[in-house]
């Protein structure tokens, strides 16, 4: 398997690390082959939340391979994501532009239910963990609900723990930016269990 290779660029006013092409990143078995919008089979909850197929649980790496913030190293954790007080919020986008980013991804993706409240647009690579906040290749309009669970709220808690390996010292930032970017789903059965808790979540972190 080829490591990832990265290529600088930038994103509005903030630079950015973009992760490279899919070639670089490659998909696991989850979705290869399965981003044919004419297969795609939306059926909907008893509430009338629409449920997404397995395939739409992991992004497009075409559209969405993922983007790095340079600010974020191995090096300045304590002063980033690590630091006590807080991080996300002081480099998180304002909602209007993620929203009118999802509105327009949402029809970028192919997805035939146009409901924003359906999905979350989700950073790919999570602020946490150093991902860029407002490049759209590392955004994406993530659905809730996915079969099996492989919504929205597990990848949430996914990236809960992958930063506290991070800040504990467990894991190198790099490797939890890759496991994240290139299957999320095979990094939640590894380091949290074969089977996702699919509810909405609020974490308290003493880094955040």
């Not at 399965?34 to 197929?53: D, I, L, Y």
């Not at 997805?111 to 359906?118: E, K, Q, T």
């Not at 989700?122 to 955004?139: A, F, V």
């Not at 939640?188 to 509810?199: C, D, E, K, M, T």
Request: overall charge positive; charged content about 25%.
């Amino acid at each position: 398997m080829k490591r990832p290779w990265w290529v600088l660029a930038s994103a509005a006013a903030l630079p950015v690390l973009l992760v490279a092409s899919q070639s670089a990143w490659p998909q696991g078995d989850a979705i290869a082959g399965a981003w044919n919008h004419h297969q795609e089979r939306v059926t909907w909850s008893k509430g009338r939340h629409a449920v997404f197929p397995y395939s739409r649980a992991l992004p497009d790496s075409r559209l969405t391979p993922g983007a790095l913030n340079p600010a974020v190293t191995q090096t300045t954790l304590r002063e980033t994501i690590c630091r006590r007080g807080g991080y996300t919020r002081s480099v998180r986008p304002a909602e209007r532009y993620t929203e009118a980013l999802k509105r327009a991804q949402i029809r970028e993706y192919g997805y035939s239910d146009r409901r924003l409240g359906d999905y979350e647009e989700d950073h790919l690579i999570s602020l946490e963990l150093g991902g860029s906040p407002d490049s759209p290749r590392n955004l994406w309009p993530e659905p809730h609900q996915v079969v099996g669970g492989w919504g929205s709220y597990a990848k949430d808690r996914l990236e809960n723990r992958l930063h506290w390996m991070v800040c504990h010292r467990r894991i190198t930032l790099s490797r939890a930016q890759y496991l994240i970017a290139h299957d999320w789903i095979a990094a939640y059965r590894r380091y949290l269990g074969p089977v996702p808790y699919a509810r909405r979540r609020h974490h308290h972190r003493v880094y955040r």
